[in-house]
Protein backbone atom coordinates (compact mmCIF):
# COMPACT_ATOMS: atom_id res chain seq x y z
CA UNK A 1 0.00 0.00 0.00
CA UNK A 2 1.24 3.61 -1.09
CA UNK A 3 1.89 5.45 2.17
CA UNK A 4 0.88 2.73 4.38
CA UNK A 5 3.39 4.43 7.27
CA UNK A 6 0.17 6.97 7.51
CA UNK A 7 -2.06 4.34 8.92
CA UNK A 8 0.59 2.29 10.63
CA UNK A 9 1.18 1.37 14.63
CA UNK A 10 4.72 1.58 14.94
CA UNK A 11 6.53 -0.41 18.05
CA UNK A 12 10.47 0.61 19.10
CA UNK A 13 12.49 -2.65 19.89
CA UNK A 14 15.35 -1.51 21.84
CA UNK A 15 17.69 -4.49 20.00
CA UNK A 16 19.52 -5.78 22.92
CA UNK A 17 16.67 -5.75 25.19
CA UNK A 18 13.54 -8.02 23.51
CA UNK A 19 14.81 -11.16 23.58
CA UNK A 20 18.21 -12.90 23.81
CA UNK A 21 17.53 -15.91 21.30
CA UNK A 22 20.96 -18.05 22.37
CA UNK A 23 21.80 -17.93 25.92
CA UNK A 24 24.32 -14.60 26.10
CA UNK A 25 22.10 -12.38 27.94
CA UNK A 26 21.81 -9.95 24.86
CA UNK A 27 18.59 -9.69 22.54
CA UNK A 28 18.79 -10.17 19.20
CA UNK A 29 17.25 -11.35 15.95
CA UNK A 30 16.61 -14.79 16.11
CA UNK A 31 15.40 -14.03 19.91
CA UNK A 32 13.11 -11.09 18.16
CA UNK A 33 12.01 -13.31 15.78
CA UNK A 34 11.13 -15.52 17.83
CA UNK A 35 8.61 -12.87 19.34
CA UNK A 36 6.82 -11.75 16.32
CA UNK A 37 3.84 -14.06 17.07
CA UNK A 38 3.24 -12.10 20.00
CA UNK A 39 3.50 -8.55 18.07
CA UNK A 40 1.00 -9.92 15.23
CA UNK A 41 -1.27 -10.30 18.12
CA UNK A 42 -0.50 -7.05 19.74
CA UNK A 43 -1.23 -5.98 16.25
CA UNK A 44 1.31 -3.30 15.46
CA UNK A 45 2.26 -2.42 12.16
CA UNK A 46 5.86 -1.53 11.70
CA UNK A 47 8.52 -2.32 14.12
CA UNK A 48 11.79 -0.01 14.29
CA UNK A 49 14.94 -1.44 15.38
CA UNK A 50 17.78 0.27 17.15
CA UNK A 51 21.14 0.21 15.53
CA UNK A 52 22.17 -3.47 15.27
CA UNK A 53 25.61 -2.52 12.73
CA UNK A 54 28.89 -3.58 13.95
CA UNK A 55 29.78 -0.96 16.94
CA UNK A 56 32.12 -1.29 19.88
CA UNK A 57 28.66 0.28 21.22
CA UNK A 58 29.95 3.12 23.38
CA UNK A 59 26.97 4.18 22.94
CA UNK A 60 24.58 1.47 22.59
CA UNK A 61 25.11 0.92 19.18
CA UNK A 62 24.15 4.88 17.82
CA UNK A 63 28.46 4.78 17.63
CA UNK A 64 28.83 2.39 14.00
CA UNK A 65 32.01 0.82 13.20
CA UNK A 66 30.85 -0.84 10.08
CA UNK A 67 27.39 0.18 8.18
CA UNK A 68 27.67 -3.33 6.41
CA UNK A 69 27.68 -5.77 8.93
CA UNK A 70 25.55 -6.74 11.38
CA UNK A 71 27.14 -6.54 14.71
CA UNK A 72 27.66 -10.31 16.44
CA UNK A 73 25.85 -9.55 19.44
CA UNK A 74 22.89 -9.74 17.45
CA UNK A 75 23.39 -12.55 15.53
CA UNK A 76 24.41 -12.65 11.58
CA UNK A 77 23.40 -11.23 7.93
CA UNK A 78 21.24 -14.32 7.52
CA UNK A 79 19.42 -14.02 10.96
CA UNK A 80 18.75 -10.48 10.11
CA UNK A 81 17.36 -11.88 6.74
CA UNK A 82 15.74 -14.48 8.09
CA UNK A 83 13.97 -11.94 10.96
CA UNK A 84 12.74 -9.67 7.61
CA UNK A 85 11.40 -12.42 6.01
CA UNK A 86 9.48 -13.32 8.70
CA UNK A 87 8.29 -10.22 9.80
CA UNK A 88 7.15 -9.15 6.38
CA UNK A 89 5.51 -12.81 6.11
CA UNK A 90 3.40 -11.50 8.80
CA UNK A 91 2.27 -8.08 7.11
CA UNK A 92 4.58 -6.37 9.63
CA UNK A 93 7.47 -3.51 8.04
CA UNK A 94 10.86 -2.94 9.41
CA UNK A 95 12.54 -0.16 9.63
CA UNK A 96 16.39 0.16 10.61
CA UNK A 97 17.89 3.09 12.85
CA UNK A 98 20.68 4.90 10.90
CA UNK A 99 23.10 7.19 11.91
CA UNK A 100 24.46 9.62 9.23
CA UNK A 101 25.96 12.32 11.55
CA UNK A 102 28.81 10.62 12.84
CA UNK A 103 30.76 7.28 13.00
CA UNK A 104 32.54 5.37 15.66
CA UNK A 105 36.28 6.66 16.61
CA UNK A 106 36.81 2.82 15.44
CA UNK A 107 35.04 3.11 11.90
CA UNK A 108 38.09 2.03 9.20
CA UNK A 109 37.27 5.51 7.71
CA UNK A 110 38.33 7.61 11.10
CA UNK A 111 41.41 5.12 11.72
CA UNK A 112 42.69 6.18 8.39
CA UNK A 113 41.59 9.81 8.61
CA UNK A 114 43.18 10.28 11.92
CA UNK A 115 46.76 8.65 10.61
CA UNK A 116 48.31 11.77 8.85
CA UNK A 117 46.79 15.27 7.90
CA UNK A 118 47.24 14.27 4.33
CA UNK A 119 45.48 10.89 4.83
CA UNK A 120 43.16 10.80 1.64
CA UNK A 121 39.92 10.49 4.62
CA UNK A 122 41.32 13.40 6.63
CA UNK A 123 38.19 15.64 5.04
CA UNK A 124 35.46 12.76 5.92
CA UNK A 125 35.86 14.62 9.90
CA UNK A 126 35.64 17.64 11.03
CA UNK A 127 39.48 18.29 11.95
CA UNK A 128 40.48 22.02 13.18
CA UNK A 129 43.78 23.53 14.67
CA UNK A 130 44.51 24.90 18.07
CA UNK A 131 43.50 28.24 18.55
CA UNK A 132 45.63 30.38 20.58
CA UNK A 133 46.40 26.96 22.62
CA UNK A 134 42.83 25.89 22.85
CA UNK A 135 40.26 24.28 21.60
CA UNK A 136 38.81 26.15 17.80
CA UNK A 137 35.34 27.58 19.86
CA UNK A 138 33.11 26.73 22.87
CA UNK A 139 30.86 24.14 21.61
CA UNK A 140 29.79 21.60 23.92
CA UNK A 141 29.19 18.23 23.14
CA UNK A 142 25.98 16.72 24.10
CA UNK A 143 27.25 14.32 26.98
CA UNK A 144 28.93 16.99 28.38
CA UNK A 145 32.37 18.65 28.31
CA UNK A 146 33.69 20.20 25.17
CA UNK A 147 32.76 19.09 21.76
CA UNK A 148 36.76 19.08 20.46
CA UNK A 149 39.14 16.35 20.98
CA UNK A 150 43.09 16.62 20.62
CA UNK A 151 44.95 14.01 18.85
CA UNK A 152 48.31 14.26 19.74
CA UNK A 153 49.15 12.27 16.54
CA UNK A 154 48.34 14.82 14.16
CA UNK A 155 48.06 17.65 16.57
CA UNK A 156 45.08 19.21 15.88
CA UNK A 157 41.42 18.41 17.37
CA UNK A 158 38.50 16.49 15.79
CA UNK A 159 34.38 17.59 16.17
CA UNK A 160 32.30 14.91 17.95
CA UNK A 161 28.90 16.34 18.89
CA UNK A 162 28.08 13.66 21.29
CA UNK A 163 30.98 11.08 23.06
CA UNK A 164 34.06 11.78 21.82
CA UNK A 165 34.00 7.84 20.24
CA UNK A 166 31.50 9.60 18.20
CA UNK A 167 33.25 11.07 15.74
CA UNK A 168 31.38 13.79 13.52
CA UNK A 169 31.38 13.57 9.58
CA UNK A 170 32.17 16.30 7.81
CA UNK A 171 28.79 16.30 5.21
CA UNK A 172 30.26 18.94 3.42
CA UNK A 173 32.60 16.57 1.95
CA UNK A 174 30.79 14.91 -1.51
CA UNK A 175 32.51 11.68 -0.94
CA UNK A 176 30.88 11.12 2.53
CA UNK A 177 27.28 11.69 1.09
CA UNK A 178 28.44 9.00 -1.89
CA UNK A 179 29.58 6.53 0.59
CA UNK A 180 26.40 6.83 2.96
CA UNK A 181 24.13 6.83 0.20
CA UNK A 182 25.93 3.60 -0.48
CA UNK A 183 24.75 2.24 2.49
CA UNK A 184 21.24 3.50 2.20
CA UNK A 185 20.79 1.38 -0.90
CA UNK A 186 22.35 -1.08 0.28
CA UNK A 187 19.87 -2.04 3.53
CA UNK A 188 17.13 -0.90 1.18
CA UNK A 189 18.37 -3.68 -1.88
CA UNK A 190 17.79 -6.19 1.36
CA UNK A 191 14.12 -5.35 2.21
CA UNK A 192 14.07 -3.22 4.85
CA UNK A 193 10.75 -0.68 4.63
CA UNK A 194 12.55 2.48 6.00
CA UNK A 195 14.87 4.39 8.08
CA UNK A 196 14.30 6.21 11.02
CA UNK A 197 17.68 8.86 11.01
CA UNK A 198 19.19 9.59 13.73
CA UNK A 199 20.03 13.62 14.94
CA UNK A 200 19.08 14.01 11.05
CA UNK A 201 19.53 17.77 11.64
CA UNK A 202 22.88 17.64 13.13
CA UNK A 203 24.89 16.78 9.61
CA UNK A 204 26.85 19.83 8.83
CA UNK A 205 28.23 22.69 11.38
CA UNK A 206 28.57 26.66 10.47
CA UNK A 207 32.44 26.46 8.98
CA UNK A 208 32.74 30.06 10.42
CA UNK A 209 33.12 28.28 13.67
CA UNK A 210 30.73 30.97 15.80
CA UNK A 211 31.27 30.50 19.48
CA UNK A 212 27.61 29.48 20.75
CA UNK A 213 25.67 32.04 23.18
CA UNK A 214 24.23 31.23 26.34
CA UNK A 215 20.75 31.25 28.48
CA UNK A 216 20.31 32.94 31.48
CA UNK A 217 21.09 29.82 33.22
CA UNK A 218 24.67 29.95 32.04
CA UNK A 219 23.74 26.95 29.92
CA UNK A 220 25.18 26.45 26.24
CA UNK A 221 22.71 27.45 22.83
CA UNK A 222 23.12 25.25 19.83
CA UNK A 223 22.92 27.27 17.70
CA UNK A 224 25.97 26.95 15.11
CA UNK A 225 26.03 23.64 15.74
CA UNK A 226 22.75 22.13 14.20
CA UNK A 227 19.69 23.19 11.64
CA UNK A 228 22.47 24.15 9.03
CA UNK A 229 21.35 24.54 5.45
CA UNK A 230 23.02 22.04 4.52
CA UNK A 231 21.14 19.31 6.82
CA UNK A 232 17.97 20.90 4.60
CA UNK A 233 20.04 20.19 1.30
CA UNK A 234 21.03 16.13 2.13
CA UNK A 235 17.28 15.36 3.70
CA UNK A 236 15.99 15.94 -0.20
CA UNK A 237 19.08 14.43 -1.81
CA UNK A 238 17.93 11.40 0.56
CA UNK A 239 14.58 11.64 -0.62
CA UNK A 240 15.16 11.82 -4.29
CA UNK A 241 17.42 8.46 -3.38
CA UNK A 242 14.22 6.67 -1.57
CA UNK A 243 11.81 7.55 -3.51
CA UNK A 244 14.10 5.39 -6.31
CA UNK A 245 12.69 2.44 -3.98
CA UNK A 246 8.36 1.69 -3.74
CA UNK A 247 6.83 2.58 -0.32
CA UNK A 248 9.68 3.03 1.95
CA UNK A 249 9.24 5.65 4.63
CA UNK A 250 11.61 8.03 6.24
CA UNK A 251 11.31 9.01 9.78
CA UNK A 252 13.81 11.64 11.44
CA UNK A 253 14.70 12.25 14.59
CA UNK A 254 14.81 16.13 14.79
CA UNK A 255 17.13 16.89 18.01
CA UNK A 256 14.57 19.72 18.85
CA UNK A 257 11.71 20.38 21.36
CA UNK A 258 11.07 23.27 19.46
CA UNK A 259 7.91 22.16 17.11
CA UNK A 260 8.46 24.86 14.52
CA UNK A 261 12.07 23.95 13.56
CA UNK A 262 11.27 19.97 13.47
CA UNK A 263 8.87 20.56 11.28
CA UNK A 264 10.69 22.33 8.74
CA UNK A 265 12.30 18.90 7.73
CA UNK A 266 8.86 17.38 6.99
CA UNK A 267 6.78 17.44 3.68
CA UNK A 268 6.71 15.91 0.29
CA UNK A 269 10.32 16.46 -0.77
CA UNK A 270 11.75 15.78 2.47
CA UNK A 271 11.14 13.56 5.61
CA UNK A 272 7.29 11.80 5.98
CA UNK A 273 7.67 12.00 9.42
CA UNK A 274 9.36 13.45 12.38
CA UNK A 275 9.55 13.11 16.12
CA UNK A 276 7.72 15.74 17.72
CA UNK A 277 9.51 16.12 20.66
CA UNK A 278 7.25 18.81 21.99
CA UNK A 279 4.78 16.68 22.83
CA UNK A 280 6.44 13.38 23.54
CA UNK A 281 8.97 14.39 26.03
CA UNK A 282 7.49 16.51 27.95
CA UNK A 283 8.81 16.29 31.68
CA UNK A 284 5.30 16.43 33.71
CA UNK A 285 1.68 15.72 33.05
CA UNK A 286 -0.35 18.64 32.72
CA UNK A 287 -3.44 18.70 30.31
CA UNK A 288 -3.05 22.28 29.41
CA UNK A 289 0.52 21.28 28.15
CA UNK A 290 -0.57 18.22 26.27
CA UNK A 291 -3.99 20.35 24.76
CA UNK A 292 -1.48 23.22 23.74
CA UNK A 293 0.91 20.69 21.48
CA UNK A 294 -1.87 18.98 20.08
CA UNK A 295 -3.63 22.15 19.10
CA UNK A 296 0.17 23.59 17.93
CA UNK A 297 0.85 20.56 15.70
CA UNK A 298 -2.67 20.84 14.21
CA UNK A 299 -1.72 24.16 13.07
CA UNK A 300 1.10 24.44 12.18
CA UNK A 301 0.43 20.98 9.98
CA UNK A 302 -2.29 21.85 8.37
CA UNK A 303 -3.29 18.30 7.56
CA UNK A 304 -0.33 18.58 5.30
CA UNK A 305 1.89 15.88 7.13
CA UNK A 306 1.10 14.04 10.30
CA UNK A 307 2.78 14.25 13.31
CA UNK A 308 4.31 11.80 15.34
CA UNK A 309 2.42 9.94 19.09
CA UNK A 310 3.99 8.81 21.45
CA UNK A 311 5.94 9.15 25.06
CA UNK A 312 8.73 6.93 25.58
CA UNK A 313 12.01 5.81 23.72
CA UNK A 314 15.33 4.43 23.96
CA UNK A 315 16.58 8.27 24.75
CA UNK A 316 13.87 9.33 27.41
CA UNK A 317 12.52 7.62 30.93
CA UNK A 318 9.47 5.45 30.60
CA UNK A 319 5.88 7.56 30.93
CA UNK A 320 4.81 5.30 33.04
CA UNK A 321 7.26 6.51 35.78
CA UNK A 322 7.92 10.23 34.24
CA UNK A 323 3.69 11.37 33.72
CA UNK A 324 2.06 8.84 35.68
CA UNK A 325 1.65 9.37 39.44
CA UNK A 326 0.70 6.21 42.24
CA UNK A 327 -2.82 8.01 42.71
CA UNK A 328 -4.05 7.05 39.00
CA UNK A 329 -1.71 4.66 38.11
CA UNK A 330 -3.69 2.62 35.80
CA UNK A 331 -6.33 4.96 34.55
CA UNK A 332 -3.92 7.25 33.30
CA UNK A 333 -1.98 5.47 31.64
CA UNK A 334 -4.42 4.18 29.54
CA UNK A 335 -5.89 7.88 29.06
CA UNK A 336 -2.45 8.54 27.37
CA UNK A 337 -2.59 4.71 25.52
CA UNK A 338 -5.73 5.77 24.27
CA UNK A 339 -4.94 9.69 23.53
CA UNK A 340 -1.87 8.07 21.19
CA UNK A 341 -3.87 5.90 19.52
CA UNK A 342 -6.63 7.92 18.18
CA UNK A 343 -5.46 11.42 17.81
CA UNK A 344 -4.14 13.03 15.16
CA UNK A 345 -0.88 11.30 13.89
CA UNK A 346 1.20 8.19 13.44
CA UNK A 347 1.52 6.01 16.91
CA UNK A 348 5.14 5.07 17.53
CA UNK A 349 5.15 2.39 20.90
CA UNK A 350 8.32 1.76 23.14
CA UNK A 351 8.73 -1.76 23.55
CA UNK A 352 7.14 -2.69 26.91
CA UNK A 353 4.92 0.14 27.87
CA UNK A 354 1.97 -2.22 26.31
CA UNK A 355 2.33 -4.02 29.80
CA UNK A 356 3.15 -0.64 31.93
CA UNK A 357 6.95 -0.89 32.07
CA UNK A 358 8.56 1.50 34.71
CA UNK A 359 11.82 3.04 34.98
CA UNK A 360 14.94 1.17 36.02
CA UNK A 361 17.33 2.41 38.68
CA UNK A 362 20.58 0.71 39.41
CA UNK A 363 21.92 1.02 42.83
CA UNK A 364 25.88 0.62 41.73
CA UNK A 365 27.67 2.27 39.19
CA UNK A 366 28.97 -1.15 38.16
CA UNK A 367 25.50 -1.78 36.79
CA UNK A 368 25.26 1.68 35.16
CA UNK A 369 25.24 0.62 31.11
CA UNK A 370 24.72 4.40 29.14
CA UNK A 371 27.32 6.12 28.29
CA UNK A 372 25.23 9.82 29.93
CA UNK A 373 25.15 8.05 32.60
CA UNK A 374 28.69 6.63 33.47
CA UNK A 375 30.05 9.92 32.22
CA UNK A 376 28.06 11.96 35.03
CA UNK A 377 29.18 9.87 37.75
CA UNK A 378 32.72 10.66 37.02
CA UNK A 379 32.23 14.14 36.74
CA UNK A 380 30.33 14.30 39.79
CA UNK A 381 32.90 12.34 41.60
CA UNK A 382 35.89 14.09 39.75
CA UNK A 383 33.79 17.19 41.21
CA UNK A 384 33.92 15.96 44.55
CA UNK A 385 30.59 14.78 45.42
CA UNK A 386 29.94 11.42 47.24
CA UNK A 387 29.23 7.89 45.71
CA UNK A 388 25.68 8.30 46.67
CA UNK A 389 25.23 11.93 45.02
CA UNK A 390 27.08 10.97 41.87
CA UNK A 391 25.13 7.86 41.60
CA UNK A 392 21.98 9.65 42.33
CA UNK A 393 23.21 12.30 39.61
CA UNK A 394 23.98 9.70 37.16
CA UNK A 395 20.92 7.50 37.45
CA UNK A 396 18.66 10.69 37.09
CA UNK A 397 20.14 11.55 33.70
CA UNK A 398 20.69 7.47 32.98
CA UNK A 399 18.72 6.38 29.87
CA UNK A 400 19.45 2.76 31.05
CA UNK A 401 16.13 3.94 32.98
CA UNK A 402 14.17 2.76 29.85
CA UNK A 403 16.24 0.38 28.69
CA UNK A 404 16.04 -3.03 30.97
CA UNK A 405 14.88 -6.68 29.24
CA UNK A 406 11.59 -7.01 28.56
CA UNK A 407 9.43 -9.04 31.47
CA UNK A 408 7.67 -11.68 29.52
CA UNK A 409 7.24 -13.81 32.74
CA UNK A 410 7.96 -14.45 36.28
CA UNK A 411 10.52 -16.48 35.89
CA UNK A 412 14.18 -15.91 36.39
CA UNK A 413 16.18 -12.82 34.59
CA UNK A 414 11.87 -12.32 33.28
CA UNK A 415 11.91 -15.11 31.30
CA UNK A 416 14.36 -12.74 28.45
CA UNK A 417 17.17 -14.78 29.12
CA UNK A 418 18.99 -18.06 30.54
CA UNK A 419 21.40 -16.14 32.15
CA UNK A 420 22.07 -12.23 33.83
CA UNK A 421 21.37 -10.23 31.36
CA UNK A 422 23.87 -7.55 30.01
CA UNK A 423 21.85 -5.02 31.80
CA UNK A 424 19.74 -5.88 34.97
CA UNK A 425 15.99 -6.70 35.37
CA UNK A 426 13.69 -4.39 36.92
CA UNK A 427 12.94 -6.19 40.24
CA UNK A 428 9.18 -5.57 39.56
CA UNK A 429 9.29 -8.16 36.86
CA UNK A 430 7.26 -10.87 39.35
CA UNK A 431 4.10 -8.43 39.24
CA UNK A 432 4.70 -6.88 35.71
CA UNK A 433 4.97 -9.69 33.00
CA UNK A 434 3.62 -10.39 29.78
CA UNK A 435 2.41 -13.66 30.70
CA UNK A 436 0.02 -12.54 33.88
CA UNK A 437 -1.07 -9.62 31.58
CA UNK A 438 -1.93 -12.32 28.97
CA UNK A 439 -4.45 -14.08 31.56
CA UNK A 440 -6.50 -11.20 33.18
CA UNK A 441 -9.15 -9.72 31.62
CA UNK A 442 -8.45 -5.93 32.63
CA UNK A 443 -4.91 -5.89 32.60
CA UNK A 444 -2.42 -2.99 30.46
CA UNK A 445 -1.77 -5.48 28.04
CA UNK A 446 -5.45 -6.06 27.41
CA UNK A 447 -6.26 -2.35 27.23
CA UNK A 448 -3.04 -2.00 24.37
CA UNK A 449 -4.88 -4.80 22.39
CA UNK A 450 -8.34 -3.37 22.83
CA UNK A 451 -7.23 0.13 21.98
CA UNK A 452 -5.68 -0.98 18.47
CA UNK A 453 -8.55 -3.22 18.06
CA UNK A 454 -10.57 -0.42 18.11
CA UNK A 455 -8.40 1.66 16.30
CA UNK A 456 -8.06 -0.36 13.45
CA UNK A 457 -11.82 -0.75 13.33
CA UNK A 458 -13.10 2.81 12.75
CA UNK A 459 -11.42 5.12 9.62
CA UNK A 460 -12.04 8.03 11.57
CA UNK A 461 -9.56 7.33 14.13
CA UNK A 462 -6.54 6.24 11.21
CA UNK A 463 -7.47 8.42 8.33
CA UNK A 464 -9.79 11.34 9.86
CA UNK A 465 -9.40 14.91 10.68
CA UNK A 466 -9.87 16.96 13.88
CA UNK A 467 -13.67 18.26 13.19
CA UNK A 468 -12.99 20.29 16.59
CA UNK A 469 -10.14 19.34 19.31
CA UNK A 470 -10.93 21.45 22.33
CA UNK A 471 -10.90 21.67 26.56
CA UNK A 472 -12.65 22.66 29.15
CA UNK A 473 -10.54 22.74 32.28
CA UNK A 474 -9.13 18.83 33.17
CA UNK A 475 -11.25 17.32 29.96
CA UNK A 476 -9.51 17.20 26.73
CA UNK A 477 -11.86 15.91 23.40
CA UNK A 478 -11.74 15.80 20.29
CA UNK A 479 -13.94 15.08 17.42
CA UNK A 480 -12.76 13.36 14.19
CA UNK A 481 -14.04 12.71 10.95
CA UNK A 482 -13.68 10.63 8.10
CA UNK A 483 -16.46 10.70 5.33
CA UNK A 484 -19.74 9.94 7.12
CA UNK A 485 -17.89 8.75 10.07
CA UNK A 486 -17.74 11.03 13.06
CA UNK A 487 -15.68 9.66 16.50
CA UNK A 488 -15.22 11.90 19.26
CA UNK A 489 -13.00 11.13 22.13
CA UNK A 490 -13.23 12.90 25.74
CA UNK A 491 -10.62 12.68 28.46
CA UNK A 492 -11.26 13.58 31.88
CA UNK A 493 -8.31 13.92 32.91
CA UNK A 494 -9.36 15.43 36.75
CA UNK A 495 -10.30 13.45 39.74
CA UNK A 496 -13.96 14.65 39.85
CA UNK A 497 -17.40 14.17 37.18
CA UNK A 498 -17.67 16.33 35.17
CA UNK A 499 -20.62 16.78 32.31
CA UNK A 500 -20.15 17.86 28.87
CA UNK A 501 -23.21 18.71 26.47
CA UNK A 502 -22.71 17.98 23.40
CA UNK A 503 -25.13 20.71 22.03
CA UNK A 504 -22.50 23.21 23.95
CA UNK A 505 -19.43 22.41 21.21
CA UNK A 506 -19.40 24.23 18.55
CA UNK A 507 -19.47 22.24 16.13
CA1 LIG B 1 21.80 -13.17 22.41
CA1 LIG C 1 27.29 17.00 12.87
Keep these: MKDWWKEAI ?4 YMPSFCDGNGDGIGDFKGIASKLAYLKELDIDAIWLTPFYKSPKIDNGYDISDYYSIDADYGTMYDFQVFLDQAHQRGIKVIADLVLNHTSSLHPWFLESRESRTSPKRDWYIWKDKVE ?83 EEGKQIHLHDKDLPIAFEIVEELRTLVNKYEDKVLVGEVGTEEFEIAKTYAGQDKLDLIF ?27 GLYLPTLFFSSHDMPRHITRLVDQDTEQTRAQMLCTLMLTATGVPFLYYGEEIGMTDLYVDDISEMRDVQGILTYQRMIAEGNSVIEALEASNMCSRDKSRSPIQWNDTVYAGFSQIKPWI ?16 EVDSMLQYYKNMIRIRKKYKALYKGNYELLDRRNDVLFFIRKYKEQR ?10 QDTLHLESLSI
Design 10 to 13: FYEI
Design 133 to 215: GHQPNNWESYFGGSAWEYDEKTAQYYYHAFAKEQVDLNWYNPEVKNAMFDVIRFWLDKGIDGFRLDVINFLGIDPTLQNNPYD
Design 276 to 302: NFNLGSIQKFEVKRIFDELKKMEKENQ
Design 487 to 496: IGVFFNFGIK
Design 424 to 439: CVNENYTKINVECQSR
